[in-house]
T-cell receptor
């Protein structure tokens, strides 16, 4: 069974805080991983891919732990504009197979 | 660069009426195409995906259908809408070359009354 589990939140944090989200997935053979961001009433947009060695893009750091089958997203120095729902996404197989989306974690950054 | 279009942006339809939502992609060829639905406060539900013209896979049996009459055109249809069909319908594409990243259209917000 293909499952991606996330804490739905909401996470309410003050500006400048560091916040971390975790996501677990059900298949140890999963091939690729992503974090998407979805603003209210908008389409999801790719935030970053998640690589085995971990990767960083400015204030955002994504890490993959294959042994424990979880992915994390760390946001440092939170901004008001970071308020959104963050979707964890997994490709369980290689080739032309659909991605599986988690239900998302809602983040509210408060002034 | 590639772009994806969806229309209409919003739609209000009575129960029992038909539905046709259209999605087109520009700037790429042989994409994989996807239809998702997101009910209010819920996650993304994959409805259909297509790896080529007239090749449609259905993920969830229901009163919806999909067609791909051209390489970059994906249509979602229903003969008779139900109240439970209300939601945010998103079309997405990827390159079909194993690169995985999906790109979403702006979506259609459907309300069935």
């Amino acid at each position: 069974r293909k499952e991606v589990e996330q804490d739905p939140g909401p996470f309410n944090v003050p500006e400048g805080a560091t916040v971390a989200f975790n996501c677990t997935y059900s298949n140890s053979a999963s091939q690729s991983f992503f974090w998407y961001r979805q603003d209210c009433r908008k389409e999801p947009k790719l935030l970053m891919s998640v690589y085995s060695s971990g990767n960083e893009d400015g204030r955002f750091t994504a890490q993959l732990n294959r042994a424990s089958q979880y992915i994390s997203l760390l946001i440092r120095d939170s901004k008001l504009s970071d308020s959104a729902t963050y979707l964890c996404v997994v490709n369980f197989y290689s080739g032309n197979t659909p991605l599986v989306f988690g239900k998302g974690t809602r983040l509210s950054v408060i002034a | 660069s590639q772009t994806i279009h969806q229309w209409p942006a919003t739609l209000v339809q009575p129960v029992g009426s038909p539905l046709s939502l259209e999605c087109t992609v520009e700037g790429t060829s042989n994409p994989n195409l996807y239809w998702y639905r997101q009910a209010a406060g819920r996650g993304l539900q994959l409805l259909f995906y297509s790896i080529g013209i007239d090749q449609i896979s259905s993920e969830v049996p229901q009163n919806l259908s999909a067609s791909r009459p051209q390489d970059r055109q994906f249509i979602l249809s229903s003969k008779k809408l139900l109240l439970s069909d209300s939601g945010f319908y998103l079309c997405a594409w990827d390159t079909g070359r194993g690169e995985d990243t999906q790109y979403f259209g702006p979506g259609t917000r459907l309300t069935v009354l």
